[in-house]
C-alpha cells in the first residue's frame, strides 16, 4: 500500500460521454502526475500537478483536462469520451517530483 | 523524441533460474532510470533506481539493475527467481532536466515463475 487511493475502481461509459476520476494523494505529497496505461502497454504520462497548477503535459488532447485542490488531492477530466480511452488511468503522487508513488488505478471501459 | 524498449514481452522460467530483462533508451542528455513491478492485483512499486554514481544498483527483494552508459541500457537481474517475483516489470526513464519526475516508461516485460 502506497497511501493513494483512487476512486471508482472501475468505470464502463460510452463513447461522448464525459467522466471524472479521482485521486487522493500520500500525506505530505503536493505533486500529483496522471498515467493512461492501455493494454499491453507502459503507462502514458497525461499531465502533472504542483500546487494546483499544471507543471507538464504529455502528447494528450485538450478534452483531458485536471484539476488539483488545496488538499493536494486531483481530478482527471475526459470530454468526449472515445473507445481508445479505454485503459487504465494511474495516479501517482510524490513531493516536488521526487519519487512516484502509485495507486491501484481506475479502469474506464468506453463502450 | 525520447524512447524506452524492452526487449521481451513476456519471459517464463522455473524458480531458482536466473532472470535477465534488457531495457534501452534512446534519449541524448543526462537520465534517471528506474526499474517498476507490477504484482498481480497490486499497484505499480518501485524496484529500484539509479540517478547517478555506481552504476550497478541494487534494489528490494533480491533485484540489481546494471547502467551502461554506452549502451544506453538499463538491464534488471535476480540469481534466483521464486515463484512469489511473477509479475510485470516495467522500466521508466526520466530525463533530469525534467525535475518534476515525467516518467517515460517502456511496454513492460510479464514474467511467469513456474514451482
Known amino acids: 500500500e502506497t497511501g493513494v487511493t483512487q476512486s471508482p475502481t472501475h468505470l464502463i461509459k460510452t463513447r461522448g460521454q464525459q467522466v471524472t476520476l479521482r485521486c487522493s494523494s500520500q500525506?505530505?505529497?503536493?505533486?500529483v502526475s496522471w498515467y493512461q496505461q492501455a493494454l499491453g502497454q507502459g503507462p502514458q504520462f497525461i499531465f502533472q500537478?504542483?500546487?494546483?497548477?499544471?507543471?507538464g503535459r504529455g502528447n494528450f488532447p485538450p478534452r483531458f483536462s485536471g484539476l488539483q485542490f488545496p488538499n493536494y488531492s486531483s481530478e482527471l477530466n475526459v470530454n468526449a469520451l472515445e473507445l481508445d480511452d479505454s485503459a487504465l488511468y494511474l495516479c501517482?503522487?510524490?513531493?516536488?517530483?521526487?519519487?512516484?508513488?502509485f495507486g491501484p488505478g481506475t479502469r474506464l471501459t468506453v463502450l | 523524441a525520447q524512447s524506452v524498449s524492452q526487449h521481451n514481452h513476456h519471459v517464463i522460467l522455473s524458480e531458482a533460474a536466473s532472470l535477465e530483462l534488457g531495457c534501452n533508451y534512446s534519449?541524448?542528455?543526462?537520465?534517471?532510470l528506474f526499474w517498476y513491478v507490477q504484482y498481480p492485483g497490486q499497484h505499480l512499486q518501485l524496484l529500484l533506481k539509479?540517478?547517478?554514481?555506481?552504476?550497478l544498483v541494487k534494489g528490494i527483494k533480491g533485484f540489481e539493475a546494471e547502467f551502461i552508459k554506452s549502451k544506453f541500457s538499463f538491464n534488471l537481474r535476480k540469481p534466483s527467481v521464486q515463484w512469489s517475483d511473477t509479475a510485470e516489470y516495467f522500466c521508466?526513464?526520466?530525463?533530469?532536466?525534467?525535475?518534476?519526475?515525467?516518467?517515460?516508461f517502456g511496454a513492460g516485460t510479464q514474467v511467469v515463475v513456474t514451482p
Open positions: 539509479y540517478f547517478s554514481g555506481d552504476p
Open positions: 521508466a526513464v526520466r530525463e533530469t532536466t525534467d525535475s518534476w519526475g515525467k516518467l517515460q
Open positions: 500537478y504542483y500546487r494546483e497548477e499544471e507543471n
Open positions: 501517482a503522487s510524490s513531493l516536488s517530483g521526487d519519487e512516484q508513488f
Open positions: 500525506s505530505g505529497h503536493n505533486t
Open positions: 534519449y541524448g542528455g543526462t537520465v534517471n
